[in-house]
């Protein structure tokens, strides 16, 4: 129903628009609900008008309107984004509870990307905020005689492989195995397989890139937080069919 998909979209711009003061507030340790959202070069706080996801934003060509200073692509870039996953999970599920599963785990998952990225740290709250969320869907779905353990099992698999990966080789940190297995609550045990070659592989051909263009070092530390919610958020929308193309690759 395409009423419903652009009601979906314009949802993910409104909450991206929300998602970016997170990104900017929490790594400050300020609170996400006060002061309400203000220039952040001049402190003049923002009209109801300012803050039309996207619109305003070309409306006054990328400046604060009372101080003239330049907005920060990040703000439109995010809020589309937002809108264009929660648009995807739409079309991929449907009227469905996975879509509004997915679309809460999108959400936090987009924030944690966009902090790790920007500082190289992952915030306990984005992590155990949406874990609490998804232990109330087991809890739901388990009451209501639908099987949770492959999502039980997911999380055990996440906490081995990532943990002995963490101890051998010190490439990750304990932040990245808390993403794994927050996503592994929402997958299950395949899912998490797949994110975590996936997480690997994407990690691997990037980390080399910056390497080869000596932009990065053997020795600099990147962030992993990113390559984990990038295929986190594959394996929601084209996961299976992956899965699938890939099997009947091996099985013919
Ligand atoms: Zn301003």
Known sequence: MIEVGIF????????????????????????????????????TRLKPWDLV???SYIFLRGKCRYCKSKVSIQYPAMEVLTGIVYLLIYMRYGLTSYTLRYIILSSFLIVIAMIDFKTTDIYDATVIIPAVIAVGFMVYDYLNHFNVSSRVFGVI?????????ILITKAMGTGDLEVYMLIALYVGFKGTIFVILTSIIIGGIVGLILIATKKKTKKDFIPFGPYIVIAGIIFMLYGNQILNWYLSLIVI
Do not use: D
């Open 8 to 43: 979906i979209f314009v949802m993910g711009l409104i909450m991206g628009s929300f998602l970016n003061v997170c990104i900017c507030r929490i790594p400050e340790g300020q609170s996400i609900a006060y002061p309400p959202s203000h220039c952040s070069n001049c402190n």
């Open 53 to 55: 996801p996207v619109l």
């Open 157 to 165: 698999l996440a906490f081995f492989i990532i943990g002995a990966i």
